[in-house]
Each structure stands twice: as structure tokens, then as C-alpha cells.
């Protein structure tokens, strides 16, 4: 990838202090960014200002999903989104009405829950067999908000597989067990993983930035697998010699809805990225 370097142009992002976010933000400072945190209580000055908003901000979705919690995912997002969206529009008509034509870029975070679960078809950006449950419906109005702006804007959709790195997310749990020398199957095992190592995350918004891409993108590595091969690598990495299987039910009762995260999946297919030549650091997962 082409080293980027425009000290003018202005990166804002929401939901910054992230693990994503502080990753992002050093990278883009590394490559002479100038960058803004967009907290909870942005206004269309401090948007104005960004030639480049970057659109994190979300509830966590690791926590047990209770009514409340669910309601909070859900706000976090579509409400944000939804105010980036009226804000871009509003500014565009501002600006044209005076003359100025000046193209902002939007990139919005989305998941590759989006697609239907528990299928054996390998989704690419082209596939358009969504699903139904709250995940789904939750990407799919999230994407909606994103759109809204599509006239105002230049809009990249980036649909994050699960995002592997020690340093934080859901790989520094499914680890813990393993020091311990026990490995831990979730359901049936068999369900798949969409993943991305972090680095080849930041590298690929980098990369969306430099070649002025917009619409969907699968940010997941081209490979998948299943919970059970996970499991055999960190196993294999920690010498476990216990073996416990995690049913379902239980993780049902554990984490409500939320247990659809571990207990079903889909396999996705980074095909824009690598059509436009995005080439993965991290193909294969290291743990």
C-alpha cells in the first residue's frame, strides 16, 4: 500500500476510544492525518470540519443481551448514524447553495451478521440473503442510516468479521480458559467464524481512505472457520487437557440472545478488497 501523507486532511471519528478507534487513530496519525474524536455530543461544527468521518461508535455486544441492553446496542448505533447522516446532507445543500463543492467521505461500521446464519454458501458483497434476527436487522438499519447520506457523500459500508488481537474483543476470552489447560467448545462446534486480525482491519479503512472506495466491503479474512478449529488452535497453542462443551441451552441462559454471536454463524468473502488489491498481513489466524 501506497505510504499516505496529507497533514490537511482531517479524520473524524466516533467511537475513538474503542479499541478499534485508539488503533485507528495511531495509525492515522502515523500517516500525517490530522484526527478529531466525535464524542457522544458532536455537532454539525466539529463534523463540518472533517473532510473524512469514520463512524465507530456502538454499544458493546459481548454483554448478556437484556431487553435494555439490546435497546442500547441498537440506539447507539442507528441514532448516531442517523444524526452523521442529517448533519452530511444539511452541509451538503449548505454548501452548495453558496458554490462550494467540497466531496466528504463517510466510512460506517457495520458486521457481517448482516448475512443469514447457519449457511453453507460462501457470502461475497453481491450476496444479498440477509437475515432475520436481531443481529440482522440491527446491521440492516444501520447500513439504512449510513445510505442516507449517499448523495452528500462518498460512503464506504466496512461489515467487520469477529476482529481477532490479544489486546482486547472476544480472543483474550476464548484464550483465558486455555492458560488454565482447559479448552471450551461453544455449541455444536460447527458453526463458522468470519474473522479479521486487527491490523489488516486498520490496514484496509487505511486502504478504503487512499483509493477513495465507497459501498459494501467484507472486512474478514478469506479464509474461515469453524468454533471447533478455533478452539483446536488456541488448544494446540496452550496444551490444554481438559475439554468442556458449552451447550446452546446454557449459553442461552447465560447470554439470552446474545449467545447467537457464538452459536451461529457464515462465511464471508472479502471480494472488494481484494478485487481493488488489498492484500492480507494475516490470512491465516495466529493466537
Known sequence: MQEIRNSKINVGITGASGLIGRHLTKALIDNEYTVTPLGRGFDAGSVKNCDIIINLAGANIGKRW??????????????TTKRLSEILNDLFQHESSIGIKREKMLISA??????????????????????????????????????????????????????????GGALPKMILPSKF????????????????????????????????????????????????????????????????????LILGIILKDGSK???????????????NGFKFNSPLLMV
Open 110 to 167: 457495520s458486521a457481517t451478521g448482516i448475512y443469514k446464519s447457519d449457511s453453507d454458501q460462501i457470502f461475497t458483497e453481491k450476496s444479498y440473503k440477509y437475515g432475520s434476527d436481531f443481529l440482522a436487522e440491527l446491521c440492516k438499519a444501520w447500513e439504512e442510516e449510513a445510505m442516507r447520506s449517499k448523495g452528500s457523500a462518498r460512503v464506504a459500508i466496512v461489515r467487520f468479521g469477529l476482529v481477532m488481537t490479544k489486546e
Open 261 to 275: 454471536v457464538v452459536t451461529s454463524g457464515q462465511v464471508t468473502y472479502p471480494e472488494r478488497l481484494i478485487e
Open 66 to 79: 437484556t431487553k435494555k441492553h439490546k435497546n442500547e446496542i441498537w440506539s447507539s448505533r442507528i441514532n
Open 181 to 248: 489447560g482447559i479448552k471450551i467448545i461453544f455449541g455444536t462446534g460447527n458453526q463458522k467464524i468470519s474473522w479479521i486480525s486487527l491490523e489488516d482491519l486498520i490496514r484496509g479503512i487505511l486502504f478504503i481512505i487512499e483509493n477513495r472506495l465507497e459501498g459494501p466491503f467484507n472486512f474478514t479474512a478469506p479464509g474461515s472457520l469453524t468454533y471447533s478449529a478455533l478452539a483446536d488452535i488456541i488448544s494446540n497453542r496452550y496444551k490444554t487437557f481438559i475439554k468442556i462443551k458449552i451447550p446452546d
